[in-house]
C-alpha cells in the first residue's frame, strides 16, 4: 500500500514532468520565438514574423528603421511613411474589424495596450494569431518594444543597431547640456484647452535629457488641462508648442495673461512640428537633440 | 385599425421572414467578401480556416448577439412605454445605462489593466444599482407604484450618474478616456460565443415572461383601475415588469454598451404601422428589433470597412428618418 501510495505521485510527477518537457520542447523549435509583452503576455511566434499588421504607429516606425517594412503587410492612416503607401490601410488602429484583419493572414499583430472591454488582444489570440502589445508612455517602454520587435523579426542586426542609435544618442544629448542650469519648460500638446506633457511620458524624458525641468513635474497627471491662470503662476522659462490642432502660434498674443508669461516677454516661446514628438520612434534622439537647442541655443 | 390589417400571427410570420432575411445577410456580407458558396461551405465545416474564423467565429456570434440585445432592447422599450404611459419612455430612461456606465467607467479607468469580465460584471452590477435604487425611492411614496414618481426618479438620478461619468472622464488620463468613450457609444464587435450564451441565458426568460404580460398590459392601457377590477394583479404586474425589462437593459448593456434609439424607435414603428395591441406589440418588438440592431450592425461593420463605425450612431442615423417618414404618414 505504501509503495503503491508513493508511487502514483511519483507516476504522476513523470507525467507532468514528461508534458512539461514536451511543452518546453515545442517552445525551443528551431526558429521558434517567444517575447513577453508590456502587459505580460506571451507571444510565441513559430518563426520570425514575415507578416505584419502593425496598428501602433511608433511601432510601425520602428520595424521601419529596422529595416523591415517589406514584412508589413497593412499600416494605419497615421503611417506617413512614402515607403507604405501602398500598403491597405486599417484606419485609426483602434477599432478595427477583426475579420479584415483575419484576412490578412497576419503572424504578427501589433496593438495598442487593450481597453478592457473590447479585448481585441485576446480575441486575436483566440482566433490563432499571435499579438503583442506595448504601452509606448515612455521611453523605456518603446525601447523595451523595439527590442522585442527586434527578437520577433529574427534577431534582425539592424534591429539591434535601430535601438543602440537612439540610446547611445540620447546619451550623448544629455552630456553636451548635463553642466548648464536647467529652465524649467512647459510643453503643450494642445492649446484649446491647454493640455500639456506632464511626467511619466516619453516628451516629459525627452525634457529632461534637452537639459530642461519639466515645470509640471509635480503632477501626477501624464496628459494634464491646464488653465492659463496655472500656466501664468508656475512662469516657466521656456514653453514649447507641439500641437497638430495649432494654425497659428500668434494667436495665443490675444489670450489674456499670455502676454505677461515671461518665456513670452524673452522670446523663448517655440513650435516644433508635432510630428516629432508625437510617437515615440526610432528618432527620439534627434527629437531631444532639437528640444536641446531650443532650451539651451547657446549650445554648439 | 383598417380592415384589411394582416392577423396576428400573419403580422408576426411577415417580421420573422424580415428577420431571417437580415440574419443571412448578416452572414453574408462584411469587411471581407466571402463568397456565398465558401459561406455555405464554412457552415457545414469545410472552409478553409480563415473563411471558418470569419463566418463561424466572428459573423455569426456577432449576428447572434445583436439579434439578443436588440430584441431585449425593443420589448424594454416596449414595456416602458405602456408602463410610464409616456411615448418618451425607452430602455435607459430611467438610469439603467447610466449605473452601467459609472460602474464601467470606474473599472476601466481605476482598476488598471484587468481581466475582460471585469467591465461587463461592473457594468452589470451598476446598472442593477441603478434599478435597486430608482425602485426604491419610487416605492418608498405612497402604497401603490406611481409611474410618475418612478419616471422622475428614474431622470434625476440618470442625471446624477451621467454627471459622475463626466467627472471621472474629466480626472481621467487619455488612455482611459478613450476606452471609456469607445464603452459608450456601444458596440457588438467583442461578442464571442460564451458571451452570446450568457445572454441568450439571462434575456430569453425575461422576454418569455414579458411576452406572458400582454393581456394585463392591454388592460393596464385602458386605465389602472378598469384592470384592477378586470382581476389583473396591477402593482405585481408594474412591479415585476419593471425590474424584469430593467435586468435586460442592463444585461445588453453588459454585453455591448449603450445602444440608443433601438427601444425608442421600434416598439413606436410597430404602433404606427400595425396598432397597439400587445398580444403583437411584444413579440413584434423582440423580432423588428432584432432585425434592427442586425441590419444596423451589419451596415456599422461594412459601410466604413476596415474601420467599424459605432453601432450607436446607426440606429440614429437611420433610424430616425425612417421614423419621421412613418410618424408624419401617419393618419390624422
Not at chain 1, 233 to 252: K, N, Q
Not at chain 2, 67 to 87: H, K, S, Y
Request: with cysteine.
Amino acid at each position: 500500500m505504501h509503495t503503491c501510495a508513493a508511487a502514483a505521485p511519483a507516476a504522476l510527477l513523470a507525467i507532468v514532468a514528461l508534458a512539461a518537457g514536451c511543452g518546453a520542447g515545442g517552445d525551443t523549435a528551431p526558429g521558434s520565438i517567444t517575447v513577453t509583452d508590456g502587459t505580460g503576455r506571451s507571444v510565441t511566434l513559430a518563426v520570425p514574423a514575415t507578416r505584419i499588421v502593425s496598428m501602433v504607429p511608433a511601432l510601425t516606425d520602428w520595424i521601419v528603421a529596422m529595416g523591415a517594412a517589406d514584412r508589413l503587410v497593412a499600416r494605419t492612416d497615421y503611417d506617413r511613411d512614402p515607403g507604405l503607401a501602398l500598403l491597405p490601410s486599417v484606419g485609426g488602429g483602434l477599432d478595427p474589424s477583426v475579420e479584415w484583419l483575419a484576412a490578412l493572414r497576419p503572424d504578427l499583430v501589433l496593438a495598442w495596450p487593450d481597453t478592457p472591454n473590447r479585448s481585441l488582444v485576446s480575441r486575436l489570440q483566440g482566433l490563432g494569431f499571435p499579438t503583442y502589445t506595448a504601452p509606448t508612455q515612455t521611453i523605456e517602454d518603446a525601447l523595451t518594444a523595439a527590442a522585442d520587435l527586434g527578437r520577433m523579426l529574427g534577431d534582425d542586426p539592424a534591429a539591434g543597431d535601430a535601438v543602440r542609435r537612439v540610446r547611445q544618442g540620447l546619451d550623448k544629448v544629455a552630456r553636451s547640456v548635463a553642466p548648464r542650469p536647467r529652465p524649467t519648460v512647459l510643453f503643450l500638446i494642445g492649446l484649446d484647452p491647454l493640455m500639456a506633457a506632464g511626467p511619466g511620458t516619453f516628451v516629459d524624458q525627452l525634457l529632461e535629457y534637452a537639459g530642461g525641468r519639466n515645470t509640471l513635474a509635480d503632477l501626477q497627471i501624464l496628459w494634464p488641462n491646464l488653465s492659463l491662470e496655472e500656466v501664468v503662476r508656475r512662469a516657466p522659462d521656456v514653453i514649447i508648442i507641439g500641437s497638430a490642432g495649432l494654425r497659428d502660434p500668434a494667436s495665443l498674443g490675444s489670450r489674456p495673461g499670455w502676454r505677461n508669461l515671461p518665456a513670452v516677454r524673452q522670446g523663448r516661446v517655440h513650435v516644433v512640428d508635432p510630428e516629432m514628438v508625437n510617437r515615440p520612434g526610432p528618432r527620439l534622439h534627434e527629437a531631444a537633440a532639437h528640444l536641446a537647442r531650443l532650451i539651451h541655443p547657446d549650445v554648439p | 385599425m383598417t380592415p384589411v390589417a394582416p392577423s396576428i400571427p400573419v403580422r408576426l410570420a411577415v417580421l420573422g421572414l424580415l428577420l431571417l432575411g437580415a440574419l443571412v445577410m448578416a452572414v453574408a456580407v462584411g469587411a471581407v467578401h466571402v463568397p456565398p458558396g465558401r459561406i455555405l461551405d464554412a457552415l457545414a465545416g469545410r472552409a478553409d480556416d480563415i473563411t471558418r474564423v470569419i463566418v463561424l467565429d466572428l459573423r455569426l456570434p456577432r449576428a447572434a448577439a445583436a439579434m439578443l440585445i436588440g430584441a431585449g432592447l425593443a420589448v424594454a422599450g416596449t414595456v416602458f412605454q405602456a408602463l410610464i404611459r409616456n411615448p418618451l419612455a425607452e430602455p435607459y430612461i430611467l438610469g439603467v445605462s447610466g449605473g452601467a456606465a459609472v460602474a464601467a467607467v470606474a473599472v476601466i479607468g481605476f482598476a488598471g489593466s484587468v481581466a475582460g469580465w471585469a467591465v461587463p460584471v461592473a457594468a452589470f452590477s451598476g446598472g442593477v444599482g441603478a434599478i435597486v435604487l430608482v425602485f426604491r425611492i419610487a416605492a418608498s411614496v405612497g402604497r401603490a407604484l406611481d409611474t410618475r414618481v418612478l419616471l422622475l426618479a428614474g431622470v434625476v438620478v440618470g442625471a446624477f450618474f451621467n454627471a459622475l461619468i463626466m467627472l471621472l472622464l474629466t480626472l481621467a488620463d487619455v488612455e482611459t478616456f478613450r476606452s471609456a468613450v469607445f464603452w459608450m457609444m456601444g458596440s457588438l464587435a467583442s461578442a464571442t460565443w460564451p458571451t452570446v450564451g450568457l445572454l441568450a441565458v439571462s434575456t430569453l426568460p425575461a422576454l418569455a415572461v414579458l411576452l406572458a404580460l400582454a393581456r394585463p398590459f392591454n388592460l393596464m392601457a385602458i386605465g389602472e383601475e378598469t384592470a384592477l377590477y378586470l382581476g389583473t394583479p396591477v402593482e405585481r404586474v408594474k412591479r415585476a415588469a419593471y425590474l424584469i425589462a430593467s435586468l435586460l437593459v442592463a444585461a445588453g448593456v453588459a454585453a455591448a454598451g449603450v445602444i440608443g434609439f433601438v427601444g425608442l424607435i421600434v416598439p413606436h414603428a410597430l404602433r404606427l404601422v400595425w396598432g397597439s395591441d400587445h398580444r403583437f406589440l411584444l413579440p413584434g418588438s423582440a423580432l423588428a428589433g432584432a432585425m434592427f440592431l442586425l441590419l444596423a450592425d451589419t451596415a456599422a461593420r461594412t459601410i466604413a470597412a476596415p474601420v467599424e463605425l459605432p453601432v450607436g450612431v446607426v440606429t440614429a442615423l437611420v433610424g430616425v428618418p425612417v421614423f419621421l417618414v412613418l410618424l408624419t404618414r401617419r393618419p390624422a
